[in-house]
Structures are given as structure tokens and as C-alpha cells.
């Protein structure tokens, strides 16, 4: 007898809870960008919220609306009703990177905050074309890398990019933060529920405001200001702007390039994630609208590359299912047209919206080591590694600037830092802890021929740039390199010595399949 299809819901309870998550997440990151735009880069006000927020609003409603379309056609097609959508929203460490890599040095060399938001854009339609380019080549890296490297990379990101800067954000408002993190946790880690059934994250969002207005920590005459100056945007094509941008390309290909492997990589394996949590998507398709994202919002004015976002499972473990994610991007769409975000920044404390970017963090980084097998638990922390160096080192990096001296890195290593190595360690983080996280993978499954094969690999991307260094070029890192290759010869030698096959099946069961 055959099983009646399904009806897939638009709206489940659970979406309420992801909704709010989610969306308080993309709310975050939206007024962070703002933040930089407007203090950092100098552009006007004017041009933040006519122009920049608007057309992220168009790059929100493309992936939103689109991976809500992937989510309720898996659960058409395999027939359940606890499909969850992937999450979606502006790139937090390309936020960061297109800011004080790209439009920062530009406007302090031009004095023009309009020529750094041109580099801007042309950095983001190059990035744009690399992912959709991943879109391709991305399967075939998932097929042949260990579960271990992509899930522990992933943990990587989470721990070093999206939980240590709200957990010090919390820190500096503990007193509000801490609140809200206890019911986050309590309300999607135990079986409690809220009196009322009230949403967890508006809960928590609630509970956070009060304690920060009461606690005299916002500023009311703020709000008012604020309101005065709302203005409707309206998204239109600067062309102009992107082609002006492009003329001067070649400098920003140095960054753009291993980013973009960066974006396509960081979305093979948030898809490996989803599928680890039961929705298997096709990588190709999620790769394809990122890209496009980027594509589209360069051409619209926006410098701000999307992405599939990390949390998939912990929006799925809230309950969301396919809904959360169109509202999360049609409600933030409208406040970007509408020009709120300047009255939501003086409404909401921060330190009552970041728990939740915490919260993400900490499952990610759980869940790379409860979805492999336990002997694979020392490869998910070699991926991890270079993530926690590139922090460390943005994080040298960004006080050498403030401090506006000219220090060098003999001076930094007397004080006691091992800042070089931790440069290189960090340069392209997401790949190195791929490479590095598969080699200790087949190593320990015994596969030395694999484990030689991603030793080659690292020489390579070492070789041009791509991992381990400050720079694309040519042989800009041959002694790191030439370690991968000495690496390489050893390993094979291992596998020689033991006779083994390239591939044992034992290892063949730890390999993705490709989406």
C-alpha cells in the first residue's frame, strides 16, 4: 500500500522559536555592518540606508525565500515533516574582512569613502563568481574529505568567529547578557517550557531589553532622534559604482580569491551539517544561490557577500522547519527598506541579542564531535586550530593598528607572542583545517596513501598562497610547503611499508557522499 504524501506545513510552532533565533541573529549582523559603514568607512547615512541596506534586503529575500523552497521540496520528496530550512544571511567574517581589508585602506589612501565602496563592491561580485564556481568543484571536495575535517573546520568557525565576540560582548554587560544566555539554554537544551508557551528567543529578548532599559543602560532621548531620521529605500542598480570598482581589480584578487574558497568551502560544510542532522540538500544548489547572492547585491550596491548560514541543526533542534527562514528574510527585507534598523539600534541592548550568536557557537562546536566516530575526535581539533589562529591573529592585528606604531615582529616575539607563526598558522583558515583535519583523519584510519595524497594538496595551496601566508603569489610559501611535501614522502612511505590499499573499505565508510 502506498504512504500518502505529506502536506508540509508553511508555519510550525517550532518556526516561531527558529524564527525569532534566526532572525535576531541576521538583526545583529545587519546593525554590526551598518555600524562599520557609517563609523568606519564614513559613508553617509544616507547612503547606508538608501542604498546598502536595501539592496541587502534583495540578497536576503533571494536566499531566504529560496532555501525555504529547497527545505518543503526535500520533505515532499522524502515524504517527512521535519525538514529545517538552512539559514541565511550577510557573512559575519567577510562583514569584518570587506570592511578593514578592503574599504578601510582604500578610504584612508583616497580619502573617499565612495572609492572604498566601489572596492567594496567589485571585491563582492569576485567573491560572488568564485562560490558559483564552487557551486561546481564544491561536490567533489566533499566526496573525497573526512567527516572528521569538514565538521571539525566548521567547529573551528564556530568557536573562533561566532562565539568569542559575544562571549566578550557579554562580558562587558553581564549583568544583561547572562540572563538571557541561561534562558536560551534552558529553553532549547531541556524539555522546559516557557509559561504560555512564550517563544524562547523573544523571551530572552524581552527579559535582556527590560533589565537593560530599567538598568539605565539605553538611552531614550536616542529613539527619538532616531525616528525623526527614518527613510524609505528603495533597492536600484549602481552598475556605475561596481564597474568603477572593477577597473582597479587586480589588488583586491589577493583577498577575493582564497575568500571565495573560503565562502564555498564554509557552505560545503554547513550542508555537511544539515545532512549530519538528517536534511540532506544538494551542495550544488545552496552553493549556486550564494553566489548569485553576492552577485546580485554588488549590482545593487551592497558589499556585503550572503552565505548559508552555520546552525542549521540547532534552528532544527528549536523546532524550525521550513517556515522560519522566509520570515526571518521577508521581516529583516522590509526593515531594510523601510529604514528601521537606526531606530531597532537604540531600542535593542546588544548584550540582549548576542547570547543567542553564543548559543549557536556552542552547538556547532558540540556537534562536530558527537556526529564523528570517537577515534576521529583528535582530527575535529587539528581543523579547529587554524580557525583559533587567524582570530588570534585579527586580533593582534586590529590593536598594532590602533596603537598607530609601527611594531615589528621581532619586537612582538621579544614581548613573548609567537605572532608569525600564528600569521601563518591562520592564513586561510577554513582550507588549512580541511587539509590538516583529513591528513590526521586517514592517518588514523590508517590510509597513508590519502593521508600523502591532502600532504601534497597543503604543499600546493601553501605553495600559491592559499593557506598558511599573507599573501596569493607564487612560491610566497615555499618552507611551508616544503613541509607538507617532506610530510607527504613520510606518510607514503608508511603506506609502503604496510602494503595497504589506497582506499580500505574501513575508510571509504567515513567519507562523504556527495550531496
Known amino acids: 500500500m502506498t504512504t500518502p504524501a505529506v502536506k508540509v506545513p508553511w508555519w510550525v510552532p517550532g518556526d516561531t522559536n527558529a524564527f525569532f533565533g534566526l532572525g535576531f541573529n541576521v538583526l545583529v549582523n545587519v546593525l554590526t555592518l551598518t555600524a562599520l559603514c557609517v563609523g568606519v568607512v564614513h559613508i553617509s547615512e544616507g547612503d547606508v540606508y538608501g542604498v546598502i541596506l536595501p539592496a541587502l534586503g534583495i540578497q536576503l529575500l533571494i536566499g531566504n525565500v529560496y532555501y525555504t523552497y529547497l527545505a518543503r521540496r526535500l520533505a515532499k520528496k ?6 529545517c530550512a538552512m539559514p541565511y544571511g ?16 582604500t578610504y584612508l589612501a583616497t580619502n573617499d569613502p565612495i572609492a572604498a565602496w566601489q572596492a567594496g563592491l567589485a571585491w563582492c561580485f569576485i567573491i560572488g563568481l568564485i562560490v558559483l564556481l564552487g557551486a561546481f568543484v564544491g561536490p567533489v571536495i566533499r566526496k573525497y574529505t573526512p567527516q572528521a575535517a569538514m565538521l571539525g573546520t566548521l567547529a573551528g568557525i564556530s568557536i573562533a568567529f561566532i562565539s568569542m565576540r559575544p562571549a566578550a560582548q557579554m562580558w562587558e554587560a553581564l549583568w544583561i547578557a547572562l540572563p538571557v544566555l541561561v534562558i536560551i539554554l534552558v529553553g532549547f537544551f531541556t524539555d522546559l517550557k516557557l509559561p504560555g508557551n512564550i517563544p524562547v528567543g523573544l523571551a530572552a529578548l524581552l527579559v535582556g531589553s527590560a533589565i537593560g532599559w530599567i538598568g539605565g543602560y ?56 544539515a545532512a549530519v542532522a538528517g536534511d540532506t540538500y544538494n551542495l550544488r544548489s545552496v552553493l549556486l544561490a550564494d553566489g548569485a547572492g553576492a552577485v546580485v547585491g554588488s549590482a545593487l550596491g551592497s558589499p556585503f557577500p550572503p552565505a548559508v548560514y552555520i546552525g542549521h541543526p540547532g534552528w532544527k533542534e528549536a523546532g524550525g522547519r521550513a517556515g522560519y527562514s522566509m520570515a526571518s528574510g521577508v521581516v529583516i527585507a522590509l526593515f531594510c527598506f523601510l529604514g528601521l534598523f537606526s531606530v531597532l539600534a537604540t531600542l535593542l541592548p546588544t548584550p540582549a541579542i548576542v547570547p543567542i550568536l553564543l548559543y549557536i557557537g556552542l552547538l556547532i562546536g558540540a556537534q562536530a564531535f558527537q556526529a564523528v566516530p570517537r577515534v576521529h575526535a583528535v582530527a575535529v581539533v587539528m581543523a579547529i586550530i587554524p580557525n583559533i589562529a587567524a582570530w588570534a591573529a585579527g586580533q593582534m592585528n586590529n590593536v598594532i593598528a590602533a596603537s598607530g606604531v609601527a611594531v615589528t615582529s621581532e619586537q612582538i616575539a621579544a614581548a613573548g607572542s609567537v605572532y608569525h607563526g600564528t600569521v601563518l598558522l591562520g592564513g586561510g583558515a577554513i582550507l588549512a583545517g580541511l587539509v590538516l583535519g583529513a591528513i590526521v583523519a586517514f592517518i588514523i584510519d590508517r590510509n597513508f596513501y590519502w593521508a600523502a595524497g591532502y600532504a601534497l594538496f597543503g604543499a600546493l595551496l601553501s605553495f600559491i598562497g592559499l593557506v598558511h601566508a599573507e599573501k596569493v603569489g607564487w612560491n610566497v610559501g615555499g618552507q611551508i610547503a616544503l613541509g607538507y611535501v617532506f610530510a607527504a614522502l613520510v606518510l607514503a612511505g608508511f603506506g609502503l611499508w604496510r602494503g595497504r590499499s589506497p582506499e580500505p573499505a574501513e575508510t571509504k565508510e567515513e567519507t562523504p557522499v556527495e550531496a
Open 78 to 83: 522524502e515524504n517527512r515533516l521535519d525538514v
Open 90 to 105: 550577510p557573512s559575519v567574517p567577510h562583514m569584518f574582512i570587506v570592511v578593514f581589508v578592503i574599504m578601510l585602506p
Open 218 to 273: 539605553m538611552e531614550p532621548a536616542a529613539v527619538g532622534a532616531a525616528i525623526s531620521d527614518i527613510a524609505v529605500g528603495l533597492p536600484t542598480l549602481k552598475i556605475d559604482l561596481l564597474v568603477s570598482g572593477l577597473s582597479e581589480v587586480a589588488p583586491l584578487l589577493a583577498t577575493a580569491i582564497p575568500l571565495g574558497i573560503y565562502n564555498f568551502t564554509e557552505g560545503m560544510t554547513n550542508v555537511e551539517s
